[in-house]
Structure formats: C-alpha cells, structure tokens
C-alpha cells in the first residue's frame, strides 16, 4: 500500500500530464483547469455556465481526449425523452426476450451540452447515475464504468427554451464554474493557434483509466486536521445562517467542500489540507447549492458574494 507522500507524488505527476495536455488547446483558464481536476480526482460532477463561444464544450472534449476514457456526448434538446439518455429495454423477436440496450450516459466522461434545454423530466434522468453511479430500467440495476464525469454545460442568458434546473439535480454537481472572457493576449493567442487546424484533432490521452482511480483513492488520504474539518462544517453552517439565504446547504455540501479541499491540496503537493484550501473552494463546491432570498436577488446579490462573505467572517482555524 502506498504511503501518503508516493501518493500525493503520483497526484502531482499525472495531473501534470493531464493539465498541459489540456493546455495545447485551451489557451489560459489555468485555474479552470485546475479545478476541473479536483472534480477529477473526487470522482465529482462539473456544471460550466457561461456565454455561447467562451470554451466550455471544448474544454470538455479536451479533458477527455487527454484521457484515456470513453466519452460520450448528449446534445440535450427539449424533445430529448429520459430513455433517450438511459438507454431502454426493447423486446428481441430472435430471441424472445427483453434485451437492454444501453444509452450515451453508459460512459466514462460525459460531456452533456446544454443541460438547461431538456425538460425536468429529462434532466431527472441524470439523478441516480450522478449520485448512485447506476442506471435502474424497469427494475433491473445497471451498473455504469468508472471513473464516471458529467459535464454539463448551460447558458446562462438565453432564457427562451430553457428549463432551470431543479435544486436536487444543482446539488448533484461537486462544482459550478465560470469560464469567463480571455484576456486580449489569450484571445490573440486563441486566434493563431485555431486559425490553421483544430488542435482538438491531435490531442491524444496521457493518462489511463487505472491511473485516474489511483489518483482518486491517494486524494482521499490527505490529512485532514480536526480544526480544518471543524472549519469546513462552519462555513457550511454559516451558509444556513445567513440572512440573504432562504436555503443553505446541505450536508453533501460539507461532503464537497471537505473532499475538493483534499483534492486541491494534493494538487499543490501537499498530503495535508490547510485552511487556505478550504477558503479556495468554498464559492465553485458551495454557491449553486444555495438559494437566495427574493429580496437579495433584487438588491443585486449573488450566490457567490455571500459565500465569499461566509469566507471572510468565519474564524480561521491557526492550530
């Protein structure tokens, strides 16, 4: 059995490979990057909301490619039915007998674009296999490969045709990102490298399934002080507290932000978690599970400002 420091060396290497293989073809966004790799190496799910053209589907593609997983994506359209996503069991004339025939979400990586133009109904179809890593068709229970990723994307403008999406499929997310605009030199930058050829083209996978998984089980070795895990469940019950929330989070949430906090301190090269991990996660692991009064979403307020906020009051532990 590996000790903690092999482990949080072998983080290191192939997280290594993974970023600036991803970085031949998204111009910046290192801390993007990053923190699509504790979604990574939790085994968590990724909810990217941002403009049209920022990024978000190529980046995806990128992380997938540089793995060697299978990928599938779901363009998700409002008459996109659950079996659509599942797959279905359908009766074999030749063999007399129901035969399952299994849907896109039977993969590794998961890209599904535009997650907010299918209907609740559809969107439902993602909650067992995001929480439960399983997919159950009349009655019978299939088990999905691991790893297993959903990448989801959305635009938050474009309002017409789209379906918010329920609080319980939110919290299924380990993290909600923002892609953001490149600066001008990333931008220039993003122009001659795409003006030729589509570097997606050539990206091949430098890191395996089995090493993912041996990545995975060295996060969940980083230490984790007793005043840090207390200081993680604080700032989560903070967010309950708050006088702008009409909902804080949930325990899963502390569960997110304890293990993303493990995650990116393996990713620094630490096998323990500091305090400053746990303030650096806290906004992408805790703001889309939060729900803000009326009175605060008319006043301007976000979820993330108040989360930022919660950070910034609560004691930090100094053991």
Known sequence: MQNRAEGVTIVRDISGRIQRQIGQVIVGKVDVIELFLVALLCEGHVLLEDVPGTGK????RSLAQSLNCEFKRIQFTPDLLPTDVTGLSYFNQKLADFVFRPGPLFGQIILADEINRATPRTQSALLEAMQERTVTIDGE??????????????????????????????????LKLDMGYPSAAEEDAIVLRHSQTNPLLDLGS???????????AAVKQVQVADVVRQYVISIVRATREADEMELGASPRGSLALYQTSQAYAALQGRNWVLPDDVKRMAVPALSHRLILQPEARLRGRSASRVVQRIVEQVPVPVE
């Open 57 to 60: 589907t190529t980046l995806a």
């Open 206 to 216: 430098v890191a395996s399934a089995e090493e993912i998984r041996a990545m995975q």
């Open 141 to 174: 229970t299939h088990v999905l490969p691991r790893p297993f990723l959903v990448v989801a994307t959305q635009n938050p403008i474009e309002l017409e045709g789209t379906f918010p999406l329920p609080e319980a499929q939110l919290d299924r997310f380990l």
